[in-house]
């Protein structure tokens, strides 16, 4: 009801402002630098509704068609700050973290992806109803529409499935005035766009000499390395021979129906052999994320579904699930593990500090160590997951 009573609004307003139009058009889009609209400080879950409330909803009850071509540059010039803080500081700060922090920066990466792809399709809509209305062919700008849109829906999933978890953005405290300046400058200063441009197409060139030295490192260890069958990941290069470590989904990777004993080699079949013979200090960041979200999938299958399905069950299927319930955590443990080391030898290539790291390898490995001893205790027994 309020909904379509507010378009009347605008409608009409419309109508009555004939003599300015285009003031009107501009005024129900306002850019924003990135510190005013990123969304991802807070909780995940909720990334869709909080993108389509920057570059959306602005726009309801608003003919695409008839969008200035300032407002249509003020959008894609805030989807390009929010790439550029996925690319400059959420994919350093995510190396640079472990543990829970880690985690929330995490999540809050998928938030502003999800922001920085709604406002890139929304820029596309705008494309496109101008190139309807003027009877131009549209085919190219649908196709990357719905290029756009596989990703977004895929982006919005990974955020719904962290509902409720802790999600951190870049721009807090200290961090934001150290941050890039396209934020602090207007961004319709288009000497600030450009700014924002070229330090993304330098990460994107940084990214392409680390999957270029992973790949040479791999072909001198040619029989230690298995042929890549999986999707190429945009993380990994096109070309299929460098590294491919796609997320996967947790019920695709789980390890823990059948039986107990062999959760060690099982766990390293997804986190450690996909890596044999590879040079961790050239993995890219972006599979060290992609370790990350799939390690934080198996956390969330033990305090979401294996704890109280335990606490649910009784005789024998308490004890499947409990035994089910060690192999997720071996299983865990060893792709936090497997994200440290590739965290540390990057460090030590670049010559930084790796103490930290090193302390929290020791913690996780011991607990992991543990964890294999648990399960091997229970070699034989018939063991049960959640997914
Ligand atoms: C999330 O969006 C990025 C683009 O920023 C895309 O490369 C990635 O594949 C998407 N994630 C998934 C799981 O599809």
């Known amino acids: 009801?309020?909904?379509?009573?507010?378009?009347?609004?605008?409608?009409?307003?419309?109508?009555?402002?004939?003599?300015?139009?285009?003031?009107?058009?501009?005024?129900?889009?306002?850019?924003?630098?990135?510190?005013?609209?990123?969304?991802?400080?807070?909780?995940?879950?909720?990334?869709?509704?909080?993108?389509n409330a920057v570059f959306v909803d602005p726009f309801d009850g608003v003919d695409l068609a008839t969008v200035d071509d300032?407002?249509?540059?003020?959008?894609?010039t805030m989807r390009e700050a929010a790439e550029s803080a996925e690319t400059d500081q959420f994919n350093p700060q995510i190396d640079a973290a472990f543990g829970d922090e880690a985690t929330a920066l995490q999540n809050g990466k998928i938030k502003n992806k999800v922001l920085k792809l709604t406002g890139e399709i929304q820029a596309l809509n705008i494309q496109l109803a101008q190139a309807q209305a003027s009877g131009d062919d549209t085919s190219s700008i649908q196709s990357k529409i719905s290029e756009e849109q596989t990703k977004l829906n895929n982006n919005i999933s990974l955020d719904q499935k962290a509902s409720g978890q802790p999600s951190k953005g870049v721009t807090g405290g200290s961090a934001a005035s150290s941050s890039d300046s396209s934020a602090a400058a207007s961004a319709s200063d288009s000497a600030s766009a450009a700014a924002s441009t070229t330090s993304a197409a330098s990460a994107t060139k940084t990214k392409a000499a680390n999957t270029k030295s992973a790949k040479a490192s791999k072909a001198t260890s040619s029989a230690a390395v298995a042929t890549p069958s999986a999707p190429v990941d945009a993380a990994t290069g096109t070309d299929g021979s460098s590294i491919s470590f796609p997320v996967q989904d947790y019920a695709a990777f789980q390890i823990s129906?059948?039986?107990?004993?062999?959760?060690?080699?099982?766990?390293?079949?997804?986190?450690?052999?996909?890596?044999?013979?590879?040079d961790l200090a050239t993995v890219d960041d972006s599979i060290v994320e992609n370790i990350n979200t799939m390690r934080e999938a198996a956390e969330s299958a033990e305090t979401d579904q294996f704890n109280p399905a335990i606490d649910a069950a009784s005789g024998a299927d308490a004890d499947a699930l409990q035994n089910g319930k060690i192999a997720n955590k071996v299983?865990?443990?060893?792709?936090?593990?497997?994200?440290?080391?590739?965290?540390?030898?990057?460090?030590?290539?670049?010559?930084?500090?790796?103490?930290?790291?090193?302390?929290?390898?020791?913690?996780?490995?011991?607990?992991?160590?543990?964890?294999?001893?648990?399960?091997?205790?229970?070699?034989?027994?018939?063991q049960k997951g959640v997914a």
């Open 1 to 51: 009801m309020v909904y379509f009573a507010s378009k009347f609004i605008v409608v009409a307003l419309a109508g009555f402002a004939a003599a300015a139009p285009l003031r009107l058009t501009r005024r129900a889009f306002q850019e924003q630098d990135y510190a005013d609209f990123q969304i991802s400080d807070g909780t995940a879950g909720n990334a869709q509704a909080e993108a």
């Open 70 to 76: 300032a407002t249509l540059k003020a959008v894609q």
């Open 257 to 278: 129906d059948g039986t107990a004993g062999s959760a060690q080699e099982h766990a390293n079949a997804v986190f450690v052999d996909p890596f044999a013979g590879v």
């Open 331 to 382: 299983l865990k443990l060893t792709g936090e593990v497997q994200a440290l080391n590739i965290k540390i030898a990057k460090a030590q290539a670049a010559g930084s500090d790796t103490s930290d790291l090193e302390s929290s390898l020791a913690d996780e490995q011991k607990k992991l160590t543990t964890n294999i001893a648990t399960d091997q205790k229970h070699a034989g027994e018939a």
